[in-house]
């Protein structure tokens, strides 16, 4: 199973499980990830969702090279109302699919009308940093740390476009110009974590946070959650995301034009050498 579901009281644990891949999301996990969210929003039990990833890292973003790889795969489409992007030809196919996976789906889960929880460790990039957003607090071990590298395939970053919102401008532009990993100490600097605890109380720490929230009444949770949302909103998250999605876009394209794919020919080894080769050459 790519998802687990576990209740313990009142927190639903909801865990990404392809460790062998350091939980890279391949559509199959992202509609288990609904199926699972929905769960616990229809369980009057539950009054918190924890969100995990199995093994030593959260999450390591899509799915851009494992064998599990299903860009071609029709799911039961359910985030946006749009046609299917399967057999569809160049920009129609892909604004089809991340339109639905992708900017969809995340803004689906942000909506969820109870508190969500990312308990993050290991590795929390690009599209792991979309799963970690949409929730609502995020607790860090000490060894977690973040990044959005996807400026080296020459697009202004992941399709949930809220960096300037979860960092702040000036720190988003560093995060995105530069494509390095930042620490969990530095992520809490800047505001986008709310705690830093040792990774060997992770899970502890989180559940303690949880209980604690699950305290509160259900309805009164859900109506602040949406109070807060909204008021992120008015700050122009949703209307930024909605522009910057074309320019996300604009830029897949221009590398499918000019080059041999939408995604200027990297894969996740290819990322993975980029970064390495930078370190080596003395890029901090
Ligand atoms: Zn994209």
């Known amino acids: ?161 809220a960096h300037p919102w979860v960092l702040g401008p000036r720190a988003a532009k560093e995060f995105l110009f530069t494509g390095e990993r930042f620490s969990a100490e530095w992520a809490l600097e800047h505001g986008m974590v709310n705690r830093v605890v040792p990774r060997s109380s992770l899970e502890e720490s989180t559940l303690a946070l949880a209980n604690r929230i699950a305290d509160m009444p259900r309805f009164g949770l859900a109506l602040t959650k949406r109070a807060v949302n909204q008021a992120e909103d008015q700050m122009g998250l949703r209307a930024g995301m909605d522009s910057v999605f074309g320019l996300h876009h604009f830029a897949h394209s221009h590398n499918a034009e000019v080059g041999e794919d939408s995604l200027a020919g990297m894969d996740a080894r290819a990322m993975r050498d980029a970064a390495a080769s930078r370190d080596a050459t003395g890029g901090s």
């Open 1 to 161: 199973m790519t998802v687990t579901y576990q209740r313990k009281g009142p927190v639903a644990i909801v865990t990404m499980n392809r460790p062998e891949y350091r939980n890279a999301q391949n559509s199959e996990m992202t509609y288990a990830l609904d199926a699972a969210f929905a769960r616990a929003v229809d369980d009057d039990e539950v009054k918190v969702i924890v969100l995990a990833g199995a093994g030593k890292h959260f999450s390591a973003g899509h799915d851009i090279g494992t064998p599990g790889r299903d860009v071609d795969v029709a799911y039961d489409r359910r985030a946006v109302m749009w046609w299917t992007h399967v057999d569809k030809p160049g920009g129609d196919q892909r604004y089809a699919r991340e339109l639905e996976v992708y900017l969809g789906m995340c803004r689906r889960w942000r909506e969820i009308p109870k508190p969500a929880i990312a308990m993050v460790q290991g590795a929390c990039i690009a599209g792991g940093l979309m799963l970690a957003w949409v929730c609502d607090l995020i607790v860090a071990s000490d060894d977690a740390f973040f990044s959005d590298p996807v400026v080296r395939m020459g697009i202004p970053g992941v399709e949930y476009f």
